[in-house]
Each structure stands twice: as C-alpha cells, then as structure tokens.
C-alpha cells in the first residue's frame, strides 16, 4: 500500500497512508473504498479513517461503539462513526470519517519479524549535546540511547527551528525528533518486544520532557527490507509550553544529560518488579503536572507511595504515611528538609511539632487536608502550588537516583536569583570540616 507524504508543519494533520477497506462489521463490500488514516491535533486529539465514497449504510453503526472495519492487508480495526456528511450522493455514498476506537492502534501482524523500527516524537524540546550534527547548514540536536544491545537513536527534526516560533505562539504540536531503534547484535524483533520498548521510550521522553509527549509514524522494517507501519495514532501529548518544565537541562548537555540518564531507566524497566511501579509512577507524575494544584498533590503522594514501596521496607504500622515517606527517602540519602524557597509551605507549618520542617510530612498532611472534611488550608493556593512542586522534585531525584544520574539537572526550587543548573545531589561532595 501507498504510504502518504509527510507534512511537519505544527498542528496540522499527520497523514499515515492510503489503505482499502474491503468488509464493515464482517460484511463484504461490493467494492472497497478508497481511504486515508490521519492524525488530527485540534479540536482534540483523533485518528480517524477518512474517504470520500463511505456506504450511507455505515450510519446504522452510529449507535454501536465500536463496530469493526476490515483493512486490506491489516485485518479488522474497531471504529467508531465520527461523521457522515451531507448530501449524500444518489450512490448512496458520502465523504466522512471513522474514528479508531483506540490509538495507537497496532496494525503489523503479530508473527512479523523486525530488523528496524522508525519513529517520530512529538513536542520534545529542542536540545543539544550529545552527539550533534550538521545537516546542511544546520546543527541539529541528535544522540544515542543504548542499553545492553538496545540502541536508540534519536535526532531533531529539521523543521523545528523554523516551526518553534510558530510552536511558541500557538501552544500546539508538531514532529520534533526522529529515531531509530535496533538490536546491535543485529537480532530481529518480535511485536511483542517492540510493544515493549515502545512503551518504555514513550515513558522515558515523557519523563525526561517532564510533559506527555507521544511517538508517532512508527514503521517497521522487515527482513526483506519491506518498509510498513507499526501502529497508527499517538498516545496524549501536552501542548508545546508544557515541556519548558522540565529537569533535563536541554541547551548544552541535553543529549547526554539524556543517554546518562537511559541507561539507567531502561535497567529498571526490564526489571519485572519495578517495570509497572516505573510507567504508573511516571504516569501520576505527569498527571500531577497537568491539572489543578490540590489534585496534583493527591496524585504527586499516590507516586512517592508507589516509589516508597520499591526502595525501602513496607510502612510500619506505628508510622504515619508522612513518616514513612521522609524514613524511606532519608534512606537513599535524600534531604527531606522543606527548601527555603517554600516559603508558604514552610509557614503554615511553622509552628506543628508533627511536621518538623519535613517536606514529605507537610506533603501528607497538605493531601490529607484537602481530602478530608474539615480543611484548614483551602485558601493557600501558595502554599499548596510548592507543596506540588516539591513533591514532584523527590519523584525526579528518587528515579533520577535510582537510575545512577551524575549529571546536571534543573533545579525548579532553587531561590529567585540563584541558577537553576545544578548537579544532582549525590554527586557533590560535602566539605570537610
């Protein structure tokens, strides 16, 4: 089948191929119609089936959710009607669109073989250091990701230095990376393994953008260098300012800031107790950026929990959830000391004996206020926006510890003033006497 022509300009659509559907709900089609699979950014998120010829008959699915397409070559795709425009035509068809029940939404067969996997990423930052490259009279940001025989390569899309300003304006989408993953042992891949590591890539440049950014045009290549796509769609991608908060020191070292950094998650990642522990803790933490104060804290304690329980004993009974967190974090050699630059925070809790100073106890007791009846707090939003942004900064040294991180990072709690790049704790050493 014709794969379509590329269009990187932000916010418009992305256009996967053309393809035929032959059946509709198992039924056989006189003729199969002729058709495109597209990604639309605005108003929402959708991939969609688009043509021009859709049987009026398709109408009678409206109610069904979701009712199933054949695809010649792929199998049956589960649908929903988006649209059906008017007039119809005395052929009884119509232009119109149905959208995937589902995205990405895995269209390979389940017994092919990969030598090669093709991508592209969605609103990650621009960043240099690493492995740069000049392509034509461009420098453009690129590096390696390797574990073990796992190689990522990664490079910027050579239309985002023209796209960013449009980007900044409009808050929206586009291609920014593109990559390429392989075993360097050259061993194929089966569907389930590249299931896997898409998975985990997607988890790891989100954490590292510190926003959901998704992966995208995801084609394979197979032992006959036939080229074909993976999966069509996206995952939730954030708007383009939602990447600026982000640990990942992005204009000097940003791609080896990166690689240090991959190794150490992918480790973690294949390990079977920490791989869900890993991706449901990233989730939360994304999710605790993406929505308002109060709830982000529910969400920022539910992921220090989840970490608590991988890297220190379980909770005893004597120990508050406050405790417990501060114990388990003073145990891999983190300060749990509420930062002076949480001024709020540390005022409203400047006078509790129970609270001590302690970031993750203020944290609890923040989340507690807010869930249960009788609140003290409702009112300061202050004190509850750095309750947030602490929280989040123990999610980001917890794993960036956990990965063996020794390089710099962005420091967002650091005082007007002072610069936000600094090296992660653990790697500086104290002064003597």
Known sequence: MKIASQNHTPNSPIVFE???????????????????????????????????????????HRMESPFVVTIADKGEVPVVLERLNEPISPNGKSSGALALAKSPFTVIHRDEKITSIRFSVLNFPKFFGGRDTWIGRQCVGATTLTYDRLQVKITQDLSLSQNKEYLNETNGYSVTLNGVIRFTDGAELSVDEAKDILRGLRAFLSFARGAACGLTLVNTTLPDDKSIFFEWGTTYTEPWHCGYDTWLPT??????????????????????????VLT??????????????????????????????????????????????SDSIKHIGLCTSIPSSCKSLAMIFQNNSSVNGDGLIAITKLRNDIVHPNQKCSDNTEAWMEALKLGQWYIEMILLKQFSYSGRYRNRLAKVGESVFEMVPWTIQEPIG
């Not at 198992?26 to 108003?43: D, M, N, R, W, Y």
């Not at 982000?296 to 220190?312: K, V, W």
């Open 280 to 325: 449901r803790v990233i989730d939360l933490y994304l999710n605790s950026k993406s929505t308002a104060y109060h709830v982000g804290i529910i969400l920022i304690q539910a992921a220090l929990e989840s970490l608590c329980s991988r890297i220190a004993d379980p909770k005893n009974k004597t120990d508050t959830t406050g405790e417990y967190l």
């Open 251 to 276: 204009i000097v070292d940003g791609g080896k800031n990166l690689s240090l950094a991959f190794n150490g998650f992918w480790m973690l990642y294949s390990n079977p107790n920490w791989k869900n």
């Open 18 to 60: 053309d393809i035929l559907i032959t059946h509709i709900n198992g039924h056989s089609l006189e003729k199969p119609i002729a058709s495109q699979v597209v990604l639309h950014f605005t108003p929402t998120f959708r991939t969609v089936i688009e043509s021009e010829n859709l049987p009026i008959e398709v109408n009678d």
